[in-house]
């Protein structure tokens, strides 16, 4: 089999991790010795073993009375380069060194301050033979969520929302109206297990009375995210629920009640998107779904805040309502859910 195949195989089993890894990356590796898989991991869990060491239990836990000779023997491919720091948990590098593996194949270097070729500098320098770039741009866009915090400083930003055949977002009346079915909202929710957090504003809030959790599938709630300038949600609202860590951007106070978290800002109407992505980053949120309103949505793609776009269109027509936002995006994705259209977008200016 070729690297490329082995490294395909990594990102399965980083997949694995996702929702459940972060700020940390999705990392899955796979051990190869005489032409066969000995061993496999992945990082399962932020806070408990990286992908290496899990690969490596495995050799021994499947090998028991040649592991050691065996890894003598082996080539690891991992989608990251190994860590060369003490974090969580020891380095991964040093491991692969004490256990005197014959190579390492990396599809992605780290650019975190704390590794960015220090791993690779390890292995060589302990003379096993490295071998990195070895399908990047797959790597790269597979962990683009910690890419993005990392070079840029603030989470990856997913846009999300549903229009109408002829462009219409919400009801102008102030009511609640659905737009696409069952299938796309079960969806939703599974986007919600697999990112950190889920933004909306006041009116969305007022107006649909949304929970933010992902009921309709096995996982983690986001962390719920609502603009609420003034504090004029009513207290009866499900965001006030306990169902999620939910914090209020507002401009009256700062406070912690129970798992409601109040972050005062300053001015919000001057440069509200940036404000929030440089809190987000500060409260180490890798990720986040913005789920409206429209003139939420709108001032995202205005600031060119956003990296992804996920937009359902309905197969029915409106008389009237809000107009949906404009995206101005390269398409990646469309696919057919039963009578509702999904589109993708990357924004192809950042």
Same mark, same amino acid.
């Given at each position: 089999?070729?690297?490329?195949?082995?490294?395909?195989?990594?990102? *399965?089993?980083?997949?694995?991790?996702?929702?459940?890894?972060?700020?940390?990356?999705?990392?899955?590796?796979?051990?190869?010795?005489?032409?066969?898989?000995?061993?496999?991991?992945?990082?399962? *869990?932020?806070?408990?073993?990286?992908?290496?060491?899990?690969?490596?239990?495995?050799?021994?836990?499947?090998?028991?009375?040649?592991?050691?000779?065996?890894?003598?023997?082996?080539?690891?491919?991992?989608?990251?380069?190994?860590?060369?720091?003490?974090?969580?948990?020891?380095?991964?590098?040093?491991?692969?060194?004490?256990?005197?593996?014959?190579?390492?194949?990396?599809?992605?270097?780290?650019?975190?301050?704390?590794?960015?070729?220090?791993?690779?500098?390890?292995?060589?320098?302990?003379?096993?033979?490295?071998?990195?770039?070895?399908?990047?741009?797959?790597?790269?866009?597979?962990?683009?969520?910690?890419?993005?915090?990392?070079?840029?400083?603030?989470?990856?930003?997913?846009?999300?929302?549903?229009?109408?055949?002829?462009?219409?977002?919400?009801?102008?009346?102030?009511?609640?109206?659905?737009?696409?079915?069952?299938?796309?909202?079960?969806?939703?929710?599974?986007?919600?297990?697999? *990112?950190?957090?889920?933004?909306?504003?006041?009116?969305?809030?007022?107006?649909?009375?949304?929970?933010?959790?992902?009921?309709?599938?096995?996982?983690?709630?986001?962390?719920?995210?609502?603009?609420?300038?003034?504090?004029?949600?009513?207290?009866?609202?499900?965001?006030?629920?306990?169902?999620?860590?939910?914090?209020?951007?507002?401009?009256?106070?700062?406070?912690?009640?129970?798992?409601?978290?109040?972050?005062?800002?300053?001015?919000?109407?001057?440069?509200?998107?940036?404000?929030?992505?440089?809190?987000?980053?500060?409260?180490?949120?890798?990720?986040?779904?913005?789920?409206?309103?429209?003139?939420?949505?709108?001032?995202?793609?205005?600031?060119?805040?956003?990296?992804?776009?996920?937009?359902?269109?309905?197969?029915?027509?409106?008389?009237?309502?809000?107009?949906?936002?404009?995206?101005?995006?390269?398409?990646?994705?469309?696919?057919?859910?039963?009578?509702?259209?999904?589109?993708?977008?990357?924004?192809?200016?950042?």
């Amino acid at each position: 089999m070729s690297d490329e195949f082995y490294i395909k195989r990594c990102l *399965e089993l980083a997949e694995l991790g996702m929702g459940k890894v972060s700020p940390n990356p999705m990392v899955g590796c796979v051990i190869v010795a005489n032409g066969k898989i000995i061993g496999e991991g992945y990082h399962q *869990e932020y806070g408990q073993a990286h992908a290496e060491p899990n690969a490596i239990k495995s050799v021994f836990d499947q090998h028991p009375e040649n592991a050691a000779q065996l890894l003598k023997q082996a080539t690891i491919y991992v989608n990251l380069e190994p860590c060369a720091h003490f974090g969580k948990t020891p380095p991964c590098a040093d491991l692969l060194v004490k256990h005197q593996v014959k190579q390492v194949v990396i599809g992605n270097t780290d650019p975190f301050s704390a590794v960015d070729g220090k791993g690779i500098e390890k292995l060589k320098t302990a003379g096993i033979a490295v071998k990195t770039g070895v399908l990047e741009g797959e790597c790269s866009f597979f962990n683009r969520r910690f890419f993005t915090r990392l070079k840029q400083q603030r989470p990856y930003v997913i846009l999300k929302w549903a229009e109408t055949a002829n462009g219409y977002f919400a009801a102008s009346n102030g009511h609640q109206k659905w737009i696409s079915g069952l299938l796309a909202k079960r969806l939703a929710h599974k986007w919600r297990t697999e *990112e950190d957090a889920t933004l909306i504003g006041k009116y969305t809030a007022i107006v649909d009375n949304p929970q933010l959790t992902a009921r309709e599938w096995p996982g983690k709630n986001p962390v719920r995210l609502v603009i609420d300038k003034s504090l004029d949600i009513p207290a009866s609202n499900h965001i006030f629920n306990k169902e999620a860590k939910t914090i209020i951007f507002n401009e009256i106070k700062t406070d912690v009640v129970d798992n409601i978290h109040y972050i005062q800002m300053e001015d919000m109407q001057y440069y509200l998107p940036q404000k929030i992505m440089f809190q987000l980053y500060l409260m180490d949120i890798q990720s986040v779904i913005i789920e409206g309103g429209a003139k939420i949505l709108k001032q995202f793609l205005d600031a060119g805040l956003w990296d992804e776009a996920r937009i359902f269109s309905a197969a029915n027509s409106w008389t009237e309502g809000i107009a949906s936002p404009v995206i101005n995006g390269m398409l990646q994705e469309q696919v057919q859910l039963n009578s509702d259209k999904l589109s993708i977008y990357i924004n192809k200016f950042k």
